[in-house]
């Protein structure tokens, strides 16, 4: 392997990766946060205004870092992938351009408002900037996953004469079928990630003895939120997705089953590792014919498997693709599973008391993470060895010119930059949630000396 | 329909410039005008609410540009690949020093994160105008349509260059300056008192130093690529831009001595989009020249397809009239001298 081409993709997964960890909760929480605030409006319950408070100084450290992390990403399409740009930019230009345009003013807009306005609007107006929030970080997804899905299933581009592609219809760039369940899944997966931290710091106030009103609404709202999610994860957005992949990349759903002959019935892996120079699994715990039945709806329907085509067209990291599926539907499936207990004893009004519940809702909120990130490895990895799914190679992508090691300069630098990053967002999360909600005023304030002065006199 | 996506792009470039063109003055001026901590938060405060919808502009003109000149977004981010992996950090940086300063009242944490907004905003500056002189200058494209460019050789110009020769050292510091005094003028407008004083002053300050290079740059720009007058001498409408570089120059001196603080910043925007559009101005039809000539990158041989252009067209004016409604209401909720009190920084 040319080893520029290495370093280009290792800098862009590494950036895309790490990015991605902050929007998801972002994106999971602004829906929460608009739910919360909504219920403060009907409720006229002062409580949920507090804790939309201060889930929104979670969210507004997130934003931050998802911006300053975000913007690499647009600037490495031409600076470490631009013949890859050259050759797409006439069609993909259009969503990539409705990101910025359409949902980041807006996004940044409404947020400025939202986290600095709440004493200059009605109540009603805040409301409405943090559901303005929601539409803008929502309609960004849209975007992004739209300029993805293209490159999974190209539509709506023709070919012109020095060979690069072009728009062709706009409404079958926006409206591609695969961007639909896939910003489906992306989505609810999001939501499983904002779901599960809310409930992880309700758990652990309560598990802490502080903070019990604020701990017990997070654990209520995550619980309820993320029970619906991971449900929708698996059907109908995760179904209609593997059929997707199936119907159209057959050779990416082999690989990600390790699936090396064509065979009616075909079974469905659970664990084993997969060996690929000896095409075998080892240690194999499978479910016969399942994998027919999940893709054709039949159990002895006919799966193509990877010696079907050429090895050049093999996906060119099998086993890690392979996992990355294999750890995603896993831990959908354990979500699932915690998300229907925790609701079951909050329905019997147990959960805030099951310690053990509470301690298992805690230790749970990295694996939204990671199944989110081996989600879109899945995706990624899967659509490999090709850039443009059929048309154009992951080789003939990158930047010519932009040697090994000059990318090895940049991939060093956000290294370096990104772990800096990652501590100081580790200690500002850390100081907010062991700082916590603002505490209830209580019935009455009566301490109008210091209300009159107010906070008008810090210096 | 090139012609029109070209000064799209460049209407869009001038925003981010104007706008977050202030942020970065403020952050360039921030050590030096605010003395204690109370004045720190003053500045930020100034630019809180809005430095990042400002820094909107950069990727939406960057899309937008992705979208109308792909092959020019594809060549120029690849051959500026080392400034440009800079200035990706720098804005990381700048963002961090900005929001993460008052989560902790201490004086050595807010200390690092003014230190850091600043010296990350200076050196902001330095390479956008670093990069405008790149792409005045010409640069090494060859028959594929691709060049690349380190970071510098031995700053001089000639066949060799880097990023940086002293042309673009040049162009950087007309930049510096410029986007100080831009700076200054808008913690003028926003602040009163000792701090406001202080920015007036330091604006002031900057006046001559910017008026001298300006003079400089301009002729030095004329001396290293002669063409640029053509466009002038076709279109008559082009004298338009020195007199408003020159009128905006002169208001400035006298606007701000006076305290007419809103007029001094608004001449200082102006003085910005007239220089950002002269350069456009002569350039065009080229967006990016080439030593060679004849792989001059323009906007016709870089265009997307005609019907992606036009779809876009549609698109563009509708998200356009929404951005500007967005600006517009932001500016007004947030608008007057800024107080201490209210809210983060």
Redesign the interface.
Known sequence: MDSALLIHRLHFAFTVTYHYLFPQLTMGLAPLIVILKTLALKTKDERYDRAARFWAKIFGINFIIGVVTGIPMEFQFGTNWSQFSRYAGGVIGQTLAMEGLFAFFLESTFLGLFLYGEKRLTKTQHWFTALMVFVGSWLSGYFIVATDAWMQHPVGYQRVADGSLQLSSFWQLVLNPWAFWQYAHNMVGAVITGAFAMSAVGAFYLLSGKHLEQGRIFVRAGVIAALIASVLQLFPTGDAQGRLVAFNQPVTLAAMEALWETQPGAPLVILGQPDVPAQKIDNPIIIPKALSFLTWRRWNAEVKGLNEVPKQDWPDSIPLLYYSYHVMVGLGTIFIAVAAIAAILLWRNQLYSARWMLWVLLLLFPLPYIANTAGWMTAELGRQPWLVYGLLRTVDGYSKLVSAGNAWFSFLGFLGMYTVLSILFLFLVRREIEHGPDPDPGPSVQKPSVVAVGPMEVR | MPTLWFMIVAVMVAAYVLLDGFDIGVGAVHLFIAKND?ERRMVLRAI???W??N??W???A???L???F??L??????????P??IV??L??LR??GI??RA??ENRVWQDFFDVIFSISSILLAVFFGAALGNVVRGVPLDAT????EPLWTNFKLGSKTGILDWYTVLTGVVALVTLTAHGSYYVALKTDEDLGRRARGFALLCWPVQFFLTCSSLVATYFIRPEIMTNYGRHKVGILVPVVVAASLAVMLWANPKGKEKLAFVASSLYIAAMLVGAAFALYPVVLPARNHQYDLTIYNTA??S??LS??LV??TF??V??VA??V??YR??RGKV??????Y
Do not use: C, R
């Open positions: 109370a809180g609410p809005v990042d919808g820094e909107v950069l990727l939406a960057g899309g937008t992705y979208f109308a792909p092959k977004y594809a060549s120029s981010f690849s051959g500026f690949y080392l440009l992996t990706l950090w804005l990381i963002g961090v929001e993460f989560h902790v349509g691709y060049f690349f997307a397809g019907h992606g779809v876009g698109w563009w998200s356009a929404l951005v967005y600006f209401f932001v909720m947030f107080q201490l009190g209210e809210g983060h």
